[in-house]
């Protein structure tokens, strides 16, 4: 098993352009994540989705988009990027999503280097 | 909203154990506490979880203080490896929260 897949690993990006981060898991989990993570700070969540047609929004949606058209792909689209979008982005896949249950360890990738000038 | 509390930095002798502790006092009765670390550069991995008994996996060990308030995680026998920061996290429904987390330093 691959895990959990993201392309690109690096990009910068002007003011304005838009981009989609990919991710892309092989272990048929039904949960997925997209976090962000700041220099010197803790994870934020993004979007999740609890399985293919279903996401909801995290703390920090705002400026960000994503579908799951499938179990294995969970796309995030930044449009009209802005230096605040800076960051590390990390997505994240589990069988379940419910707390303490089996199943439910989260698989992270090895994340995409945003930089906004 | 329930907050984990984590020291900054903890520095410690490569071979002996590792104590990281976390403040969790308004933890609900069924939250459960994950711990995970991220290496230099990686994301972030499990480590263990609990609710209220200890814990014990191949990577490291969970006590959990009686009242739930606290836990630390115990690494056995600290290596060059395990250099990372550990995040004591929490649910809130279905979502993972982490916070700062505490950079563990190992020295040879």
């Known amino acids: 098993n691959a895990g959990v897949t993201q392309t690109p690993k690096f990009r910068i990006l002007k003011i304005g352009q838009s981009m989609t981060l990919q991710c892309t898991q092989d272990m048929n989990h039904n949960y997925m994540y997209w976090y962000r993570q700041d220099p010197g700070m803790g994870l934020k969540l993004i979007y999740y989705s609890v399985g293919a047609g279903i996401t909801d929004k995290g703390e920090v949606p705002n400026g960000y988009n994503v579908s799951r058209s499938t179990t294995e792909d969970f796309p995030l689209r930044l449009e009209l990027a802005a230096p605040s979008q800076t960051s590390v982005y990390f997505c994240?896949?589990?069988?379940?999503?419910?707390?303490?249950?089996?199943?439910?360890?989260?698989?992270f990738g090895p994340g995409t280097r945003l930089t906004v000038l | 909203d329930a907050k984990t509390t984590q020291p900054n930095s903890m520095e410690s002798n490569e071979e002996e154990p590792v104590h990281l502790p976390c403040n969790h006092s308004?933890?609900?009765?069924?939250?459960?506490i994950h711990w995970y670390r991220q290496l230099p550069s990686q994301g972030p991995e499990y480590v263990i979880h609990g609710l209220t008994s200890n814990v014990n996996n191949r990577m490291a060990s969970l006590a959990i203080a009686e009242d739930r308030k606290s836990s630390t995680l115990i690494l056995h026998r600290a290596t060059l490896r395990d250099a990372a920061v550990y995040y004591c996290?929490?649910?809130?429904?279905?979502?993972?929260?982490f916070g700062a987390g505490t950079i563990l330093r190992v020295k040879s």
């Open positions: 308004t933890i609900s009765g069924t939250d459960y």
């Open positions: 994240a896949s589990s069988y379940l999503g419910l707390p303490g249950a089996l199943y439910n360890e989260q698989f």
């Open positions: 996290t929490r649910w809130e429904g279905n979502k993972l929260v």
